[in-house]
């Protein structure tokens, strides 16, 4: 039993030291400057990141240059511990980085679909459509009128919800390249190939279509880009 104790308290103390070891030299890195060191650390696939660990990763990405993937990581950060002051803080220092004319991706998940897949011209029409419904149901008289009139309002709701988390977004929005990626002429992977985009490029996103964004990047080259390989911050 003894034997057992001790034995176990090895492998815990062990353990520990390597745990600890492993987080010191990610900062070690860090306070030596070498930034791009510390990134390919924290980068292992092996390592599981605790919130430290992410938020010391934007901060090599930050000193790096790249803006959009130090807020990429410090907000991943705050999502596993949202009362982490000293990432809360860096968030905030990032943001305030941002050029004056971008503008952080409003929440629209109730209205993904719509967005994603029509034009404000043609949801303009549907929300028209649907107002000319509902004024016909109110000069008609017939039992099934209610449950017309309650699918009409459901159907304007999700509409207008969408025409108006449109407007609420005309102005340029910023995203980051999450792995390297082909921009592409048009939205499609029949079209030509115009450059590739680094991991951690920042860009102004115009619009989508389909499963495709049309972005133009801070060197002012612009196309599309497929929507899995970027995130909007």
């Not at 009362?83 to 409003?106: C, H, V």
């Not at 967005?115 to 029409?125: A, E, G, P, Q």
């Not at 612009?222 to 911050?233: A, D, H, V, Y």
Request: proline fraction near 3%; charged fraction near 20%.
């Amino acid at each position: 039993m003894k034997k057992l104790f001790i034995y176990n308290s090895v492998i815990f103390i062990f353990l520990f030291g390597f745990l600890n070891a492993t987080e010191k030299t990610g900062i070690a890195y860090l306070k030596m400057g070498q930034y791009q060191k510390a990134i390919d650390f924290y980068s292992n696939d092996t390592m599981q990141l605790k919130p430290s660990d992410l938020n010391n990763l934007g901060v090599a990405y930050y000193k790096l240059g790249s803006l959009g993937k130090a807020i990429l990581y410090t907000d991943k950060a705050l999502k596993l511990k949202p009362d982490f002051k000293e990432a809360r803080n860096n968030l905030n220092i990032y943001r305030s980085k941002l050029p004056q004319d971008f503008t952080p991706l409003k929440s629209i998940k109730p209205f993904d679909f719509l967005i994603n897949n029509f034009s404000f011209n043609t949801l303009l029409i549907f929300a028209i459509v649907g107002v000319l419904l509902l004024v016909l149901l109110l000069f008609t008289r017939s039992s099934l009128n209610i449950y017309f009139l309650i699918v009409i309002l459901i159907f304007e709701f999700f509409i207008n919800g969408a025409l108006i988390n449109i407007k609420l977004n005309a102005k340029k929005r910023y995203g980051v390249v999450l792995k390297q990626t082909e921009i592409l002429e048009g939205p499609g992977n029949e079209f030509i190939s115009k450059a590739k985009a680094p991991e951690g490029a920042e860009f102004y996103l115009i619009g989508y279509k389909k499963d495709f964004a049309h972005i133009r990047f801070l060197n002012g080259i612009e196309g599309w880009i497929i929507k899995k390989n970027f995130q909007t911050l």
